[in-house]
C-alpha cells in the first residue's frame, strides 16, 4: 500500500473552520445581553400598554355612569397581564385612577387615567389574568360605586 502525500489543503479548511466557529461564539456571547436587554425593555412597553388599555376601559365606565345618571350600571371584563392596584382620587370636579406597574428594572410607572366623577375615592386590586369589575351609580346614595367581581 502506498500512501500519497497530503498536501496542506486539509489543514487550511480545517483552520478555517475553527476560525470561523470562533468568531460565531464571539459574536453570540456579545449579543445575548443585548437582546435580553432589548426583549426586557419590549416586555415594559407592552406591559405599559395592556395596563393603559385596561384602565382605560375603566375610566370609560365611569364616565359611563356618571353621564347616564342615577340607576346606570356597566360591567367591563379586564386582562391584566400582572397583578395591579389602581387608586382612585378625586379632586374637586374630576377624578384621577392611578396604576403603579412594575418594570423590568424594579422601578415603577404611573399609568393615569382621569374621569369626570368627583366623588370616587378607593383602591381596587385586581389579580394577573380575567377580572370583571362592576361600575354602578345608586340610586339610592347618589355616588358612584366599583366592586370586582369574582
Request: glycine content about 8%; some cysteine.
Amino acid at each position: 500500500m502506498l500512501f500519497k502525500p497530503l498536501d496542506k489543503k486539509g489543514q487550511l479548511s480545517l483552520e478555517y473552520i475553527l476560525s470561523v466557529m470562533v468568531v460565531i461564539l464571539i459574536i453570540t456571547l456579545l449579543s445575548v445581553p443585548i437582546l435580553s436587554l432589548s426583549i426586557d425593555y419590549t416586555n415594559d412597553v407592552m406591559d405599559s400598554i395592556n395596563a393603559k388599555n385596561e384602565l382605560s376601559k375603566i375610566t370609560d365606565a365611569i364616565d359611563f355612569c356618571y353621564i347616564n345618571g342615577k340607576g346606570s350600571k356597566k360591567t367591563v371584563l379586564l386582562d391584566f397581564n400582572k397583578d395591579a392596584t389602581v387608586r382612585f382620587s378625586s379632586n374637586g370636579g374630576s377624578g384621577r385612577a392611578v396604576l403603579s406597574l412594575k418594570l423590568s428594572d424594579g422601578s415603577y410607572k404611573d399609568i393615569i387615567g382621569s374621569y369626570d366623577c368627583d366623588n370616587l375615592n378607593e383602591n381596587i386590586h385586581f389579580s394577573k389574568g380575567f377580572n370583571k369589575l362592576s361600575v354602578s351609580w345608586d340610586e339610592g346614595t347618589g355616588s358612584i360605586t366599583l366592586s370586582r367581581k369574582s
